[in-house]
């Protein structure tokens, strides 16, 4: 009987150790999801934000240049956006 109750106590402590382990893992999961999702949103919201005034300080942008906006990270359209202030055409704005 104690053998039995022993084996009992362990299969219910491994179970609630393994629960714990598996919600932590659904937890960060959930975490890493949100802020690649968090990224994906300030890069979205800069690249249209870029194109914006991209579009009022020189113009309808080609699709060479709506190329490089949408495949740009958010460094780069944040060094761009920055540019754009004092930028005289496109090529400066993107030069390295």
């Known amino acids: 009987f104690t053998d039995v109750l022993v084996q009992a106590t362990n299969d219910r402590d491994v179970e609630a150790i393994a629960m714990t382990y598996k919600e932590r893992l659904i937890e ?11 990224e994906q949103g300030r890069a979205e919201g ?5 194109a914006k005034l991209l579009q009022l300080k020189f113009g309808p942008l080609d699709d060479a240049t709506e190329a ?16 754009v202030l004092t930028a005289d055409d496109l090529d400066q704005v993107f030069a390295s």
């Open 68 to 83: 490089k906006l949408a495949g740009a990270s958010l460094a780069q359209l944040e060094a761009w956006s920055e540019r």
């Open 46 to 50: 800069s690249r249209l934000m870029l």
């Open 28 to 38: 960060q999961g959930r975490e890493e999801g949100l802020e690649r999702g968090l």
